[in-house]
Structure formats: structure tokens, C-alpha cells
């Protein structure tokens, strides 16, 4: 059998793997959307079965005779074909490291816990999670001794969603964000300046915040006849290929931020995935390059767009038809509460300022965590102490605390990080727009989106993970990450709104 040939039967049994995978994303949309409280149990079982025919199909010796036929041919391989190849032996050998039965049950295991942490975020106590946190715990620390390690067992994670990505480059990444972010914090302080909000709490009806979610939805640019809009308790996004992308979001009646830009948000995620070239279907590429680039386009989208004057401007006049509470409010009244800075409890309701705060406390603890220097009976108290002395609040109870994150629920250990990866990650292809077009921002104020949104399809979207993290920003900017892009945007930007010299 030829090359072509090869590959077409590789995509084929590809195909069927991503069916299969496709229909267990689509169980656990549902089980965080609409299931019914009393089927999690029963709905643990089906995704444990089904989580088993997926192994069963990856470590397939099959898979192993591909790997092995399509290395022999590896150099009249094209790009996409070769990353094909590398992203299938990559899945297959890590996979192949875990026992079936161990595989199985951690999945049985994160469903239960993940119903387990609903329950407990509803009635405040996280003692109702604890003990199943402890066994996605352990399950991590046990699947880490399969995979292996060098020298900090948090690596092992970390290269799950950022590849290549380690503590010891992360922690300077991080010291140099948190500096930049805490020197902009304390300038903050001198000003005198007051910024109203009031406006932005009061009884705004969930149904026309629906409605607004949606129209915003479609401006961006997210194709609501490939996707829709749902409610979780916590906001995500999943998809069954480029045609069919779920968000959700969660309305607050009281507040009109939270929602709309939990939708932006997870619009930015869809966005993403609806553009990704359906030439990559059947590849294991038809999805983002890594966590953090998803991120980056998720918070660019929510922040650097949705909260600059220009969508403000755009914005303004839509939220009065809506609500009535805006009808005196200004264009800067607006654009300032909107960009209000206040050291906060809640990582998803955060200024864009402080985020990245909220990051690295979770990822200082997670690392602990992993590496055996503390256990989860720990986490409450570090985390309350870490954010008394990072951001100067304490949580007043477990729901605005520790349990405020579903991600440890289903075992997303080393996730957190690509949250203010992908801010610096977008803050730098940000740059690169203005550079080559210096007047799109213009178009904002009218609702136009379109240019900006084809610009990041061309640059980032359409390569789902034919490029790396690292090759992917090397393309678009020609240099490596670099933290400043963002520290400078945050300057620019916060000075301006507090007048700072």
C-alpha cells in the first residue's frame, strides 16, 4: 500500500475515533447542561463504557502498525501529514501507559466528583467534595508514575496543554507578570480618581441578558447556526467538530458584566473552533494548538476587545434598549466601569488588571499539591491565606473560595496557567494586528468586527494544531512569548482610565 493510500485508512479509523469522542463530549454536555440530578450515577456508568471503547481504539495495535508504517514514509509526508503523525504516537504512547481499568475508573471517578462539586459549590461546603477530590488527586499523582518525570512531577501536566511548556520557565514568566501587574497596582493607588458602577448592579431580566448574550454572540462573529448558547453553573465550551460548538454561560440577575462576558468569553473558544479548516477533520488537528492560544483568542475577545472604548462605544447604545438602568449613563462612565479595577474573590469576575493574580495562586498551590508538599486537606486554608496576601480579600465562605473553580473537579490539573498564558499570548498577537492594521480598531465603534475576526482566522484559527504553541506566536509576531506585550497593554490602558502620569 502506497503513502495516499496509507493515509486515507489512517483518517478513516481516525474518523471513527472522533465519533466516538464526539458522542462522549456530547453526554457530558448534557450532564452539565440538562441532565436530570438523579441520573448522575447512571450517566457515570455510560461515559465510564464509553471512555473504555475510546481507549480500547487508541491503544489499538492497529494504531501501532500506522505509527510504525507512516514513519517509513515520514519525509514525503507533508506538514499537516507529519503532524498528524507525531500528534497520533504522541496520544498512542501516553494513552498505553495507563491500564484500561485505571483509565476507566478515573473517568468514573471525575464524573462523580464533578456532580459532587456542584452540589457542593450550591451548599457551600466543600467537605461534600473533599473526599472526591482526593481520589481525582491521587488518580493525577498515580497517572504521572505511568507517564514519567524529570524533575518536577507538575511538568507531566503542564505539557498536556501547553507541550513543552515547564514549571522552571513557567516561574519566570509568571515573576515577571506578577511584578508588572503588582508595580501597576501600586501606581493605581495614587490616583484620585473615582469611577461610578453603580449602574452595573441592579434587576437586569435574565431573559433579555439572553437576548443581548446573543445578538453580542453574533456580532463577534460566532455562528449560531454551527453553535448555540446554553446555562451551566460554570461557564465552558465543547464542540463535535466545526459545525456543532456548544457555550454556555450563567446569568446573575442582580449584575449585567457577569454574564455578558462570561458569553464573550466562551464566544472567543467558539470562534476558534468554528474556523478551523474542515481539511484537518479526521487528522486529530481540528482543534486549537494548546490551551493557552485558545485562551488567548477566549480573552482577547472578552477583554482587549470587549472591554476597549471602541466595543464600549458600539455597546453603550444596545445596552439601553435593553435596560433602562444605562439610559444616563455616559460613554466614559461606561468604558471606565467596565474597565474598574478592585482586588477581588472571584477568579471569572476579575478585572483584567488582577486576573493574572488569581492564576498564579492557583498554580503555586496546584504544583504543591501535586508534588506531595501539601495535601487537599490544606487547600482551604492556603488558599484563603494565599489570597489575603496576594490580593489582600479572604473569602467569607467555601463557594466564593476553594470550590469558586469546577477544573479540579474533572482533573484539569495544570490547566489553570494557560488562562494568563493566553492573555500574554493575545496581548502580543494584539500588537502585531495594530502593527499591520493600525485602523481596525476604528471599525469597532460601528459593530464591525469582521476584519479583526478574519485577520485571527487567517493568523491563528484556521491551523487548529498543525503549528505549536511556540511556532504558532513565532509565525504571527516572529519572536518567542514575550510578557511585555501585556504589561505594556495594561499600562497603556490603566494609566489612561486613572490618570496616571
Sequence with gaps: MDLKEKIIEVKSYLSQYEKLNQALSLIYWDMRTNMPSKAGESRSEVLEYLSGESFKMITSPKIGEFIKDLSQNKSEMNLQERRMLEELERNYNETKKI????????????????????????????????????????????????????????????????????????????????????????????????????????????????????????????????????????????????????????????????????????????????????NLENTGLQTGSSMAIHESQSRFYENILGRSKEFCSYLLPIAKKYFEDFKAVTLDEFYEAMNYVETSLIRTEADELTYGLHIIIRYEIEKELINGKITVDDLKGLWNKKYKEYLGVEPKNDSEGVLQDTHWSDGSFGYFPSYALGNLYGAQIFHKLLEEKPEVMDEVKNGNLTEITNWLKEKVHVHGAVYTPNELIENITGEDLNPKYFIDYLKNKYYKIYNIK
Excluded at 185 to 199: A, G, Q, V, W, Y
Excluded at 241 to 267: C, M, P, Q, W
Design 99 to 278: 491500564p484500561k481499568d485505571r483509565y476507566v475508573a478515573f473517568v468514573g471517578v471525575c464524573s462523580n466528583s464533578e456532580l459532587a462539586w456542584e452540589r457542593a459549590k450550591k451548599e457551600n461546603d466543600f467537605e461534600i467534595f473533599k473526599p472526591h477530590l482526593e481520589k481525582v488527586v491521587e488518580f493525577q499523582k498515580e497517572f504521572i508514575n505511568y507517564w514519567g518525570y524529570k524533575i518536577d512531577k507538575y511538568d507531566t501536566l503542564l505539557d498536556k496543554y501547553e507541550l513543552g511548556l515547564t514549571t522552571n520557565k513557567l516561574d519566570k514568566i509568571f515573576s515577571e507578570l506578577k511584578d508588572g501587574i503588582i508595580e501597576i497596582l501600586n501606581n493605581l493607588k495614587s490616583s484620585k480618581k473615582t469611577i461610578k458602577r453603580d449602574f452595573l448592579f441592579g434587576n437586569f431580566d435574565t431573559k433579555k441578558q439572553k437576548d443581548l448574550s446573543l445578538l453580542i454572540l453574533e456580532k463577534i462573529g460566532f455562528d449560531l447556526s454551527a453553535g448555540r448558547l446554553d446555562e451551566s453553573i460554570h461557564p465552558f465550551t465543547t464542540n463535535f467538530g466545526n459545525k456543532d460548538v456548544r457555550l454556555t454561560t450563567n446569568y446573575h440577575e442582580d449584575e449585567f458584566t457577569s454574564a455578558l462576558f462570561s458569553t464573550i468569553h466562551e464566544g472567543g473558544h467558539g470562534i476558534y473552533e468554528q474556523n478551523i479548516s474542515d
